[in-house]
């Protein structure tokens, strides 16, 4: 159980540390938000095995959230530039950004 929690984790961090690196420099700051996020879903998902499948979901979710609050709006849509990619589902096992002014989906996470 702790391993799969594991695994899901490290996916969830390598997948949203490619996007990242796609579209930002991954300065210290940048990376200890991720690291952040995926320690508190860590502690999230321990007592709710079930939530493994959805910390790539949440990690991706709490990365953006701060980075929002922190550096400005992330992930940029590529299309107008303008708009900021969202995550779908908000609570799901297959997550993508999407572009709701677009109405597309730009990528899944670790995509980007």
Known sequence: MTTDLEAALAEARARVLHDLSATLPTTPVVIDVLDVAVRDRRVWAEPWPEGADF??????????????????????????????????????????????????????????
Do not use: F, K, M, N
């Not at 299309?79 to 109405?103: K, M, Q, R």
């Open 55 to 112: 910390v790539t979901c949440l990690v991706a979710q709490d990365v953006q959230e701060a980075l929002t609050r922190s550096v400005g709006p992330w992930p940029q849509c590529r299309v107008s530039g303008e708009h900021t990619l969202h995550v779908e589902p908000d609570l799901g096992d297959d997550p993508h950004w999407i572009c709701e002014d677009c109405a597309a989906v730009v990528a899944p996470i670790g995509g980007l």
